[in-house]
């Protein structure tokens, strides 16, 4: 078949809107329909699913979900954008993942963070090993420390702040 004769190694672009002035990866793997901004950098065996668009950089063996939104964002190694996902203006650190549907704009999500499904993260500070449930809301200045998590359907209010040794907003 067609797949069998695909260089392993090569840079897949099957219907690939748009890839102008950016550098990936050869050992990057990218799903038709994919829209990739320019000065966008694709790492080593980063994968990038069909209907996704792109722009800043997708870090080593990044995976960025089907028709997923990462724009002028910084995704670290090993994280996960699950599908439909939107990341606007920030930075999501090695090993994190951002769950079906999430919206996290202008913030740092830090190192094996997980933002729950149809959570909402606005001008945040995530900490490393923080859980956030599905459908929880971050408002604008919220600080999530290390270790800390927040239950599904919570809001943590403006400038809210949440400490693994305070399981409650300050």
Not at 107 to 113: I, K, L, P, Q, Y
Not at 114 to 119: D, T
Request: net charge negative; proline share 2%.
């Amino acid at each position: 078949t067609n797949s069998q004769n695909r260089n392993p190694n090569a840079v897949h672009f099957a219907d690939t809107e748009t890839l102008i002035h950016s550098n990936i990866d050869p050992t990057s793997f990218i799903e038709g329909g994919v829209m990739i901004e320019d000065d966008t950098e694709v790492d080593h065996h980063a994968i990038i699913h069909k209907g996704a668009t792109v722009s800043g950089r997708i870090g080593a063996q990044a995976n960025v979900g089907e028709n997923a939104i990462v724009t002028g964002s910084s995704l670290g190694y090993s994280s996960e954008v699950e599908p439909y996902a939107k990341i606007s203006d920030s930075t999501i650190g090695n090993e994190a993942i951002v769950l079906e549907g999430a919206e996290v704009d202008s913030s740092v999500v830090g190192f094996d963070s997980e933002i729950g499904v149809r959570s909402k993260v606005d001008h945040s500070k995530i900490g490393d090993a923080v859980i956030i449930g599905s459908r929880a809301t971050l408002e604008q200045g919220s600080t999530i420390t290390d270790g800390a998590s927040v239950a599904a359907g919570e809001t943590i209010p403006i400038n809210g702040v949440r400490t693994a040794e305070h399981q409650t907003v300050v």
